[in-house]
């Protein structure tokens, strides 16, 4: 670990979520995995800036840095592996960008599975061009200062949400969810069960069949009826 004031370089954690794994989530909707989780974590304050194609999943590559410097989150694009979502801590606040086009085709180089700045971003419409993910709180033109300090593979806060080092981020439309890797078979175990609740329900609509008398039930229950 970097032993200067300010700067907190970790050793990369072992990787702990397998690829077979990543496919499931890959294939989950935000919310149902929001709802196997008891609907208590992730954010929707970060917007998706990238040409949408569905969500991804990816395993968190984790910065903190102070508001409008990018040194560290550079130095996190030089050690990204195939797979990783760089996930960055910047306060949440601007004036100014975290990353830009330069910075996004580099982690496209690099086989990475999506961003996610809790800060700004810039080069807002050639983002807007690749499928790669992006999710931020905003855009600014002016661009980042590269001083530090910063910190590298450690838990950071996104919008509230911990994220740890090599922790599971899963994105769509509906936001962004971290699970964590000792927890992620047994969600998406409950996540696949109510994905069979759910498409049963569909083909019951579809069949004319629903069963909708839990809304009166409810109703008389709680004195409205």
Same mark, same amino acid.
């Not at 410097?69 to 601007?94: K, M, Q, R, S, Y």
């Not at 993910?133 to 950071?156: F, N, Q, T």
């Not at 998406?188 to 039930?217: K, P, T």
């Given at each position: 670990?970097?032993?200067?004031?300010?700067?907190?370089?970790?050793?990369?954690?072992?990787?702990?979520?397998?690829?077979?794994?990543?496919?499931?989530?890959?294939?989950?909707?935000?919310?149902?995995?929001?709802?196997?989780?008891?609907?208590?974590?992730?954010?929707?304050?970060?917007?998706?800036?990238?040409?949408?194609?569905?969500?991804?999943?990816?395993?968190?590559?984790?910065?903190?840095?102070?508001?409008?410097?990018?040194?560290?989150?550079?130095?996190?694009?030089?050690?990204?592996?195939?797979?990783?979502?760089?996930?960055? &801590?910047?306060?949440? %606040?601007? +004036?100014?960008? *975290? @990353?830009?086009?330069?910075?996004?085709? !580099? $982690?496209?180089?690099?086989?990475?599975?999506?961003?996610?700045?809790?800060?700004?971003?810039?080069?807002?419409?050639?983002?807007?061009?690749?499928?790669?993910?992006?999710?931020?709180?905003?855009?600014?033109?002016?661009?980042?200062?590269?001083?530090?300090?910063?910190?590298?593979?450690?838990?950071?806060?996104? &919008?509230?949400?911990? %994220?740890? +080092?090599?922790? *599971? @981020?899963?994105?769509?439309?509906?936001? !962004? $969810?971290?699970?964590?890797?000792?927890?992620?078979?047994?969600?998406?175990?409950?996540?696949?069960?109510?994905?069979?609740?759910?498409?049963?329900?569909?083909?019951?609509?579809?069949?004319?069949?629903?069963?909708?008398?839990?809304?009166?039930?409810?109703?008389?229950?709680?004195?409205?009826?």
């Amino acid at each position: 670990m970097s032993k200067i004031q300010g700067f907190h370089i970790h050793a990369r954690p072992a990787v702990a979520v397998s690829d077979a794994l990543l496919a499931r989530y890959r294939g989950f909707q935000v919310a149902n995995i929001s709802d196997a989780m008891s609907r208590t974590t992730g954010t929707s304050a970060l917007r998706p800036f990238h040409q949408r194609d569905g969500g991804f999943a990816g395993r968190a590559l984790t910065v903190r840095t102070r508001p409008g410097d990018n040194l560290l989150v550079h130095h996190a694009i030089d050690t990204c592996a195939p797979g990783d979502v760089l996930v960055v &801590d910047a306060g949440g %606040v601007g +004036p100014n960008a *975290i @990353i830009g086009e330069i910075m996004l085709a !580099l $982690l496209i180089a690099r086989g990475a599975a999506g961003i996610v700045i809790d800060g700004l971003i810039r080069d807002s419409d050639t983002i807007a061009r690749h499928s790669l993910p992006v999710y931020a709180r905003g855009v600014s033109h002016r661009g980042p200062y590269k001083d530090g300090p910063g910190e590298l593979h450690v838990p950071v806060s996104i &919008d509230g949400m911990v %994220v740890r +080092p090599g922790d *599971i @981020i899963v994105g769509d439309g509906d936001g !962004l $969810l971290a699970v964590p890797p000792e927890e992620a078979e047994d969600i998406a175990a409950r996540v696949e069960a109510i994905e069979r609740v759910e498409a049963e329900a569909l083909q019951a609509i579809a069949e004319g069949r629903a069963d909708r008398s839990w809304v009166v039930r409810t109703l008389r229950e709680k004195g409205a009826l």
